[in-house]
């Protein structure tokens, strides 16, 4: 096995219980931390989404004044995507990527935990804002510039805000470069990057993007800091400054932070395809060909968010974004091909795959709409745009979220999940996420702005903007029964044993849950799928 | 809200410039609609015939690749998004031309919470505030916008003409349109804008050019 050394120092007793977990530097500990942090706050910022529809539900303000509105939409938006996409993917990666390489631990375990404790100390921070006299951040999560500056909104809640994302930021940079070390230096004997699980050739690329485009972020919130507390007049035009500036920085952070939090779950569909179809991934290397191109591209199409600025080359950005849904659509292929001729098997985690390719599909045409510039000029900034992106977020790394729980849970507790309500879940959901979000595309076209309160009567949104919000509780109740299947499950499901799917990565070669350290002995690795070729006795590549 | 998912769904644009868009949007729609239909049929194709048969233990056939087929799919979309693209940046140049001989120009500020519109070569001006939005009076025909703001980023949004364009502080960026009748169009402020955003609206009323003519005498012989 590869690098022992540091872990085997362990030997004094391990301290059990709370403080177990507090002092814990096990990989799948804090893995297990990041996830249950991170789903914490996809249920407050889904609060915030559940308060925003019963707001918009009909006109007029019923149940909260501006001022609430402009914060809950800040926060949620904040929230869902660095305090509960982001380190969820950390979770994920965290818990699997030392499993998948076939690794007893990440290789700075310690490290590990401080990245875990500072975004967890982070998010706090952010969402601290809401005990502040003037409330919590009310600019968007986009943070906008000269909006977010102290003369426009003054406050301590704006700077809890960014003093909490940078923790954020650095926890994610740190985070990114512990995996990327244990990925380079910790691999299996035989484990070459052609015989890498798809899913981790996905982080190898996720990573690399939170490297390149988080210190980015971190650095524009440091220059939003001066600005609002020390006069630093980066963006204030006033002083020479420039409010685009913000743009560019936030949106050369923000495009590849949307890859962030849905290439490792391409990663996560592309390992549960195969083994529910019971066939090998089709087209390898033009898969980890897609995820490398759909990374460079990645960086080259920020401004396709500044159409309407006027101010950017547009051509440019938008043949760029353009480009990046043929990597994406290959990867669509690759899926169809797998299935193709399979013998599918539709367990939980399966269904969820199958409601992540339809919603991402649609989320993935509605983009390049918007890539085009006259086409953005309509739509930009209205509903069509919440539209596009929730298909994208919620139809693609939601619903691939619950295919990984699913597919996981078992692996991680050793208890199987429940049949039963996993499909009641995966229906509501499907049913309630299409109810709230497709009228959206409507709403948008015929002129409703994003980030409003209440709009006119006369404009004839209610009936849709009704339908939504009923939508929206659709989707609170599938949630609930995922909750309360997951208590159940973990009281009294069915033993998992080593492996219940029949699966194909080096995670289904150990116990469930895994020991410490992961594994006694690991099979010979002659393909991407090692556990498959030991089970069929297969001894060569392909 | 003349919902129809067949047809395409945007609202018609008044303007010259929004049909383009309007027209590109639908080539947009039945192109996407094609995707759309091919890979979900085929998503449900595999679901529904390729599901196991249930006792079936044996491995179906264990393929893995092959390239010409790979390099199809990767060379249409490319083929798709080229034309995609190219339609776009030549509708793009037709929206961001400037148009010749403007029958008005008019000088545009966002501040929070209202717009303030002044009539270039006159002394009128025309201010609304969130409890008295501002209604202004336009001629039909070619018409500039030069747009800008007092504080915050805004954006200029009359949701008939389709295309919006920010108002940045420092800066004046322009909208030009075309419009073709008369008419009464709403606008709104798009780019969020700190507490009242959502109670920026404006009304542009396109009127004859006579008729434009006699109000712009009126509102001069105000002042
Ligand atoms: C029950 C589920 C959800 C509902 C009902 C919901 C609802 C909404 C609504 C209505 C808005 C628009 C607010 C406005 O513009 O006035 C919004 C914005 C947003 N949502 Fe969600 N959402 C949900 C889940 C998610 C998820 C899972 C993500 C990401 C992973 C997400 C990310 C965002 C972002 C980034 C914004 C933009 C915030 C901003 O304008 O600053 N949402 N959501
Ligand atoms: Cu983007
Ligand atoms: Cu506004």
Redesign the interface.
């Known amino acids: 096995m590869a690098t022992l050394d540091h872990a085997l120092a362990h030997t004094a007793p391990r301290p059990t219980g709370v403080v177990g977990w507090i002092t814990t530097v096990d990989h799948k500990r804090i893995g297990i931390l990041y996830m249950i942090t991170a789903v914490v706050f996809f249920i407050a910022s889904g609060i915030l989404a559940l308060l925003m529809r019963a707001e918009l539900a009909q006109p007029g303000l019923q149940i909260m004044d ?2 609430t509105y ?1 914060q809950a939409f800040t926060i949620h938006g904040t929230g869902m995507m660095l305090l509960f996409a982001t380190p969820l993917v950390a979770g994920f990666a965290n818990y699997f990527v030392p499993l998948h390489v076939g690794a007893p631990d990440v290789a700075f375990p310690r490290l590990n935990a401080l990245t875990y404790w500072l975004y967890a100390l982070g998010g706090l921070v952010v969402f601290s804002g809401f005990l502040t006299a003037s409330g919590a951040a ?3 999560w986009t943070g ?1 510039a ?2 977010s500056d102290s003369t ?2 003054p406050g301590a809640g704006v700077d809890l805000w960014i003093i909490g994302l940078i923790l954020v930021g650095f926890s994610s940079i740190l985070g990114a470069v512990n995996l990327m070390a244990t990925i380079f230096g910790m691999r299996a004997p035989g484990m070459t990057m052609f015989r890498l699980p798809i899913f981790i050739w996905n982080m190898i690329v996720t990573l690399a993007l939170i490297m390149f485009s988080f210190p980015v972020l971190t650095a524009a919130l440091a220059a939003l800091f001066i600005d609002r507390n020390f006069g630093g007049g980066f963006f204030d ?2 002083q020479g400054g ?3 500036l913000w743009q560019h920085l936030f949106w050369f952070f923000g495009h590849p932070e949307v890859y962030v939090v849905i290439l490792p779950f391409f990663g996560v569909v592309t390992e549960i395809i195969p083994v529910f ?10 898969f980890v060909f897609a995820t490398l191109l759909i990374g460079a591209y990645s960086f080259t199409v920020w401004a396709h968010h500044m159409f ?4 950017v080359d ?2 440019f950005f ?2 760029m974004t ?2 990046i ?2 990597p994406t ?2 990867k ?2 690759s ?3 797998t ?8 367990q939980t985690p399966m269904l969820f795959t ?1 409601g992540f ?2 919603m991402f ?2 989320g993935g ?2 983009g ?2 918007v ?5 953005d ?2 739509v ?3 509903y069509y745009v919440v539209a596009h992106m929730h298909y994208v977020l919620f139809g693609g790394t939601v619903f691939a979220m619950f295919a990984a729980f699913y597919y996981w849970i078992p692996k991680m507790s050793g208890r199987m999940m429940g049949e039963r309500l996993g499909k009641l879940h995966f229906w509501l959901m499907l049913l309630g996420f299409n109810v709230t979000f497709f009228p959206m ?2 709403l948008g ?3 409703m ?8 009567p006369e ?3 209610d ?2 903007n009704a339908l939504s919000t009923v939508g929206s509780a659709i989707v609170a109740m599938s949630i609930l029964v995922f909750i309360s299947n997951f208590l159940l499950s973990m009281k009294k499901g069915a033993p998992a044993g080593d492996d219940p799917w029949g699966g194909n990565t080096l995670e289904w070669a150990t116990t469930s849950p895994p020991p410490h350290h992961n594994f006694r002995s690991l099979p010979p690795i002659v393909s991407e799928r090692p556990v498959f070729d030991a089970r ?1 006795g297969v001894h060569g590549d ?1 | 809200m003349a919902t129809s998912l067949l047809g395409s769904c945007t609202p018609r644009a008044v303007t010259a410039q929004g049909r383009d868009v309007n027209t590109l949007y639908d080539i947009f729609f039945w192109i996407a609609a094609g995707v759309f239909v091919i890979t979900a049929g085929l998503i449900a194709w595999s679901i529904i015939r390729y599901r196991a048969k249930p006792g079936d233990e044996d491995l179906p056939k264990q393929f893995r690749h092959n390239l010409k087929l790979e390099i199809t799919w990767f060379a249409i979309p490319q083929a798709i998004v080229i034309v995609l693209f190219v339609l776009s940046a030549l509708t793009l140049t037709d929206v961001n031309e400037r148009v010749p001989e403007p029958a008005a120009t008019v000088n545009v500020t966002a501040y929070q919470w209202g717009w303030r519109f002044a009539y270039e070569g006159t002394d009128v001006e025309v201010v609304g505030t969130p409890q008295q939005p501002a209604e202004i009076l336009v001629p039909t025909g070619n018409l500039a916008f030069l747009l800008t703001s007092a504080d915050v980023v805004h954006a200029f949004y009359v949701p008939k003409f389709l295309i919006k364009r920010d108002t940045i502080p420092g800066r004046t960026t322009r909208l030009d349109v075309a419009v073709e009748a008369p008419g009464t169009f709403d606008g709104e402020c798009a780019e969020f804008c700190g507490l009242l955003h959502h109670r920026m609206p404006f009304t542009i009323e396109a009127v004859s050019p006579d008729q434009f003519q006699s109000w712009l005498d009126d509102m001069s012989a105000e002042i």
Do not use: C
Request: hydrophobic share 40%; charged share 15%.
């Open positions: 501006e001022s402009n009310s600019f968007g906008y000269p909006l426009y909104t035009p006033a420039d409010p685009i179809s019971r066939k090998p991934l089709f087209g390898y290397r033009g309407t600025t006027g101010s547009n051509p938008s043949a353009m480009l849904a043929v659509g290959v669509f292929f899926w169809i091909a299935m193709w001729r399979g013998k599918l098997r539709f199958m390719l339809f599909l649609i045409i509605t390049i709409f890539a085009s510039p006259p086409i000029l309509a930009h900034d209205t595309h409507q076209l015929d002129g702005q994003r980030r409003i309160p209440d709009y006119l404009r004839g949104f009936t849709l069929h392909g």
